[in-house]
């Protein structure tokens, strides 16, 4: 059997079972468990799955307000699950409180800002476009900077969509062409792991918006 808090269904006695292994587990331990069940469960994309997902993610945020570790992962995921249910706005809330996470505790960074500022873009929120592009240029100063291409992709398309409604359009136009070389590069230039971050599927949306 693969490891007790890595299940893909969740019977009445997985879910005995489950809790039963959490509690004899040591207690530093237990925030990184109920995190790695929900994700195991949100990644079937099945509702009633999905839903006991959430319910472990609301367990960690209550019982572990003080696990700095695993809290941006847990929101973000959270973020994840109101996105297979159609609601964006909600997405949005819990994503936005893992960048906000981030800013205090950086040892752990997630996808919540390219994730947010995804949504952000795709639904036309405009009232959020300011801090899209505040969060979006701090992570592409921050020290680890955009590794990889499928990351730039999205970042630099964002950024010309948005500089484009501000009338800002040689800034628009350069962030394009970083969005589209960086779409089309083939390789990741790592020695091991060439395909590792490149762009497999392009965001239509996104690429919409960006020739309109």
């Not at 970083?178 to 949306?205: C, D, P």
């Given at each position: 059997m693969s490891d007790w808090y890595r299940?893909?269904?969740?019977?009445e006695n997985d879910e005995i079972e489950f809790y039963?292994?959490?509690?004899?587990?040591?207690?530093?331990?237990?925030?990184?468990?109920?995190?790695i069940q929900a994700i195991e469960l949100i990644e079937t994309k099945e509702e009633n799955l999905i839903n006991v997902a959430e319910s472990l993610l609301n367990k960690y945020l209550y019982e572990f307000p003080e696990d700095n570790f695993n809290r941006s992962s847990c929101l973000g995921k959270l973020g994840e699950i109101y996105l297979l249910r159609?609601?964006?706005?909600?997405?949005?809330?819990?994503?936005?409180?893992?960048?906000?996470?981030?800013?205090?505790?950086?040892?752990?960074?997630?996808?919540?800002?390219?994730?947010?500022?995804e949504i952000v873009i795709e639904n036309n929120i405009e009232?959020?476009?300011k801090y899209v592009e505040e969060i979006l240029m701090n992570k592409i100063n921050s020290e680890n900077g955009?590794?990889?291409?499928?990351?730039?992709?999205?970042?630099?398309?964002?950024?010309?969509?948005?500089?484009?409604e501000n009338g800002n359009n040689k800034i628009a136009k350069e962030?394009?062409?970083?969005?589209?070389?960086?779409?089309?590069?083939?390789?990741?230039?790592?020695?091991?792991?060439?395909?590792?971050?490149?762009?497999?599927?392009?965001?239509?949306?996104?690429?919409?918006?960006?020739?309109?």
């Open positions: 299940r893909k269904n969740w019977t039963a292994k959490l509690n004899r587990a040591k207690k530093d331990g237990r925030a990184q468990y109920l995190k159609n609601s964006p706005l909600k997405a949005l809330e819990n994503f936005k409180k893992a960048i906000e996470f981030e800013k205090i505790y950086p040892n752990v960074i997630t996808q919540a800002t390219i994730k947010f500022s009232a959020e476009y955009l590794t990889f291409n499928n990351e730039k992709y999205i970042v630099y398309s964002i950024l010309s969509i948005i500089n484009k962030y394009t062409e970083i969005a589209e070389q960086s779409a089309n590069l083939e390789s990741s230039g790592f020695t091991y792991h060439k395909k590792l971050g490149i762009v497999t599927k392009r965001n239509s949306i996104l690429d919409e918006k960006v020739n309109k």
